[in-house]
């Protein structure tokens, strides 16, 4: 993904997002071309994720789809 610092961003989502509010972070379930990899600041399994979120007080739930023949992860997380 294109996030150099995911701590600091979770803190400032967690400072605006009222009680219940929503982040939802969508990515690739396949590796990215080389090309793409080049811009990436770092990279997050589906487990990495959910630790991350839930040290900064969001619930998390996940799901895959299936959008022009991509499979994307979708990870939804809710302040609580």
Known sequence: NYIKNLSQLLEETKRVLKQGG????VQSVN???????????NQYTEPELRIHLSKHKFSTSTYTKDILNHKLL????QKY
């Open 22 to 25: 929503r982040l939802v972070m």
């Open 31 to 41: 590796p990215v071309l080389s090309l793409h990899s080049l811009h990436y600041k």
């Open 74 to 77: 979708f990870v939804v997380a």
